[in-house]
């Protein structure tokens, strides 16, 4: 199995309290990978050191064969590691067409290419086209997007991530505050991404999770408490404890 992106032996604190320990992480081309775990686990920070805006203590990531531990975020970008925000990026008063344009103008600029401007043109409109239909946004293209419904929204966010092509697309919990119905229609969206696109994905709603994970990973106090198969991972005693808790109630339903 060709990996995408890996971690070994990620550790950060801040200050005496260790987020990220010794997390060791493989994330396969293609796959549907979700990062779980209770509230504080060291997920968005994980996710943090993925993308750049934060540097580990000691460990390493690699893209491929290439460490990237020390590269600022935008040449993460440009290796292709790419992640959503919690907080929208968006411009609100510009449709959606025009924000995704902005991201390809983006990208184009990051990569450094020279095109005749009306082949550049057409390339641009032809990309911004494209990618909207890879998210079902096509209906919405020239629509001010902050008149959109939230979910909405969200999905011009990961377009917007899209337009950066790239191999490894992180995604930090799309579906949050949206109405339960159109979390639905996010997650159908992220599953019908192209098939070689690693996601990993921040969710707490279980039902989703279980509907898009190939593979699960769960964290607890920072470090690996257990992964693979969502069934095994379902099964896991010590991952039911954290979820259900000693006396048996907690917010999960595996
Ligand atoms: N900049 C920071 N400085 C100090 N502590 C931090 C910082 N960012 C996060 N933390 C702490 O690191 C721990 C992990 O936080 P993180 O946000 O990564 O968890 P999470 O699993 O994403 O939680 P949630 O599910 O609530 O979003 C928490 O104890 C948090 O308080």
Do not use: C
Not at 62 to 74: D, H, N, R, T
Not at 104 to 130: G, N
Not at 145 to 166: D, H, W, Y
């Amino acid at each position: 199995m060709k990996h995408s992106l890996q971690t070994r032996n990620l550790s950060l604190s801040f200050g005496g309290l260790a987020v990220t320990r010794d997390v060791n992480i493989s994330l396969a081309e293609g796959a549907r990978t979700a990062l779980i775990g209770p509230n504080g686990a060291g997920k968005t920070t994980l996710i943090n050191l993925l993308s750049g805006v934060l540097r580990p203590n000691s460990g390493d990531i690699l893209m491929g064969e290439q460490s990237i531990v020390k590269l600022p975020q935008y040449e993460r970008v440009r290796s292709g590691i790419v992640r959503t925000f919690q907080i929208s990026r968006l411009f609100k008063e510009l449709t959606v067409a025009e924000n995704v344009e902005i991201a390809v103008l983006q990208r184009l600029r990051l990569a450094t290419e020279w095109w005749p401007s009306r082949a550049r043109t057409s390339r641009v409109r032809d990309e911004v086209d494209e990618t909207l239909g890879l998210l079902g946004l096509r209906p919405y293209a020239r629509r001010v997007v902050g008149k959109l419904a939230l979910g909405e929204q969200r999905l011009a966010e990961i377009a917007l991530a899209l337009a950066m092509k790239p191999r490894v697309l992180l995604l930090d919990e799309p579906a949050a505050g949206v109405p339960q119905g159109e979390g639905g229609r996010i997650m159908d969206a992220v599953e019908s991404l192209p098939k070689d696109l690693s996601v990993l994905l921040i969710e707490h709603d279980m039902d989703l999770v279980f509907r898009f994970a190939s593979h699960i990973i769960v964290l607890a106090a920072g470090a690996v408490l257990a992964e693979g198969a969502p069934r095994e991972v379902a099964a896991n005693e010590r991952v039911k404890q954290i979820y259900f808790g000693r006396d048996g109630h907690g917010q999960a339903h595996f």
